[in-house]
């Protein structure tokens, strides 16, 4: 089973079931939206076996600009909090699935292949077959763990490898 206090910061062995589990999210999104046509995705570390992981499904959806209005009100329906525009990048949208104090999933949701929609299927694609990447990445998120228990934190020092790592994965 997912999902993880919103006030604690827990890394956990990666759990086979939680392909699962997001392949029941991805076909609740679907059965919802009916004819509207999207692309969802298995994204983060949840969707990479070597990596341990905090126990939130990451998805990403591409969907057209017309596709959007249906997608949020289906997400809505299911539960998600939508919440907007993502930080400020365009064509970029975000909601999250929690209930009470337990976040289950975490949506960003796209309207263009943009370069981070490339970016984040291409990092997951990378580390899925770049075994000694991904133990790069492992090694990094368990060291931060031992001694972090600020998610924002861990969070920060996370991105800030993974903004040098990239240039390695885009060239994979």
Same mark, same amino acid.
């Given at each position: 089973?997912?999902?993880?206090?919103?006030?604690?910061? $827990? !890394?956990?062995?990666?759990?086979?079931? =939680?392909k699962e589990d997001?392949?029941?999210e991805k076909g609740r999104i679907s059965q919802c939206l009916g004819d509207v046509r999207v692309r969802i995705e298995h994204i983060g570390s949840t969707a990479i076996e070597t990596i341990h992981a905090k126990p939130i499904l990451d998805i990403a959806i591409l969907s057209n600009e017309a596709g959007l209005i249906p997608l949020v009100r289906c997400l809505?329906?299911?539960?998600?909090? %939508?919440?907007? $525009?993502y930080e400020e990048e365009t064509d970029h949208y975000y909601a999250v699935r929690d209930e009470?104090? !337990?976040r289950y999933c975490q949506m960003h949701i796209y309207? $263009?292949?943009t370069r981070d929609w490339e970016s984040k299927l291409r990092f997951r694609d990378v580390l899925r077959r770049d075994l000694a990447?991904? #133990? &790069?990445?492992?090694?990094? #998120?368990?060291?931060?763990?031992?001694? !972090?228990?600020?998610? #924002?934190? %861990?969070? &920060?020092?996370?991105?800030? =490898?993974?903004?040098?790592f990239m240039p390695k994965v885009l060239n994979s």
């Open positions: 089973m997912y999902g993880m206090r919103r006030d604690e910061l $827990q !890394i956990l062995r990666h759990d086979a079931n =939680w997001f392949l029941a809505v329906e299911l539960g998600y909090e %939508y919440r907007g $525009q009470g104090p !337990i309207t $263009q292949a990447l991904a #133990k &790069e990445y492992n090694d990094l #998120k368990l060291s931060l763990a031992e001694t !972090i228990t600020d998610k #924002k934190l %861990y969070a &920060e020092k996370k991105n800030s =490898w993974v903004n040098t």
